[in-house]
């Protein structure tokens, strides 16, 4: 598949290449030995996770990150700061995934050293309350002050504006919810280009999601009912602000999608591509044969160069 705005990025390929349907099976190999989400409990799902218990590892801290706290109207929220090592031209507002349920903005470390040094913009990961604990809309409540306050203070702290936002997963859809608010409640959209791996755009949940079955590619749908319920907890699941894909979506930034043909969500961002679009936007896709939900946060030839792709977009948009 070609690229419109990577010249020198390797094109996705037409199929899977046989290391990454391998890689596949020991991810399903390893999953189906462990208990599932529902038995263990999110809280105890979050502890395996912290001990690099969890399929994806143990973590790896930069000790180029910094701890702010932002001082929003909703109390303190931690913003995780890593600085490019070149001149900071703007600043990246970054949403962890985990499906509203897990995840931390210090999972993320080395995959934002990356950003920040391929794309010289400062990437500042805002924290959020988890479901079940703190259901809908305490998660976008949060991303929202968190947003917007490094909107009003990114000059002074950083020296930069803020100009790109994006997250993956839960992340993605709360980057966009996040975009939506700071529009319609303060007429603000200082986003000149969105990363949206791998979203969740329609919590009805599309086809994809529905006939995807149980086959534990770190997504199934069982497990995509699991997160969303913990989350939503009885609210409608055609609010745009929870389901996004109802939204206006006019005036939005440039955005990619990027998604693996063994993801539930791929629906999700093939049917959210169509609706930027259709409401005046760029969105541009990236589909990657064989590759499965998350594929890209492990250290592999296909995850490695879906993120130069991601950042070759940024520096694109921001030309």
Do not use: K
């Not at 791929?266 to 005046?280: E, P, Q, T, V, Y």
């Amino acid at each position: 598949m070609a690229s419109s705005f990577a010249p020198g990025i390797p094109d996705i390929p037409e199929e899977a290449p046989p290391e990454v349907l391998a890689f596949n099976q020991q991810i399903e190999d390893t999953l189906r030995q462990l208990p599932a989400l529902w038995d263990v409990g999110a809280e105890a799902a979050r502890q395996a996770r912290e001990e690099g218990r969890s399929i994806f590892g143990p973590m790896h801290l930069s000790e180029r990150a910094e701890v702010m706290t932002a001082d929003t109207a909703l109390g303190p929220i931690e913003v995780r700061v890593i600085r490019p090592s070149g001149e900071a031209r703007g600043l990246f507002v970054h949403i962890h995934g985990g499906g509203w349920v897990l995840g931390g903005n210090h999972h993320h470390d080395p995959m934002l050293v990356n950003l920040a040094d391929a794309t010289n913009l400062v990437v500042a990961s805002v924290d959020y309350r988890l479901a079940p604990e703190h259901p809908y809309p305490a998660g976008p409540d949060d991303c929202e002050a968190g947003t917007l306050w490094l909107v009003h203070h990114a000059p002074d702290r950083f020296g930069v504006e803020v100009v790109a936002i994006g997250g993956e997963s839960a992340g993605a859809s709360l980057s966009v919810v996040t975009m939506l608010r700071l529009r319609d409640r303060y007429g603000l959209n200082p986003f000149r280009v969105a990363l949206l791996p791998y979203g969740a755009y329609d919590l009805r949940h599309t086809p994809s999601v529905r006939a995807f079955g149980d086959r534990p590619l770190i997504l199934s749908t069982p497990i995509v009912d699991w997160f969303r319920d913990q989350y939503t907890q009885g609210a409608d699941l055609e609010d745009p602000d929870l389901s996004p894909i109802f939204a206006d979506l006019t005036g939005m930034p440039p955005a990619l999608f990027v998604v693996g043909d063994q993801d539930p969500l791929i629906d999700d961002s093939l049917f959210m591509a169509a609706r930027w679009r259709r409401a005046g936007s760029r969105a541009e896709v990236d589909i990657w044969p064989g590759a499965i939900h998350a594929f890209d946060y492990f250290d592999t030839d296909y995850g490695r160069a879906a993120r130069a792709r991601m950042h070759a977009f940024v520096n694109a948009m921001l030309t």
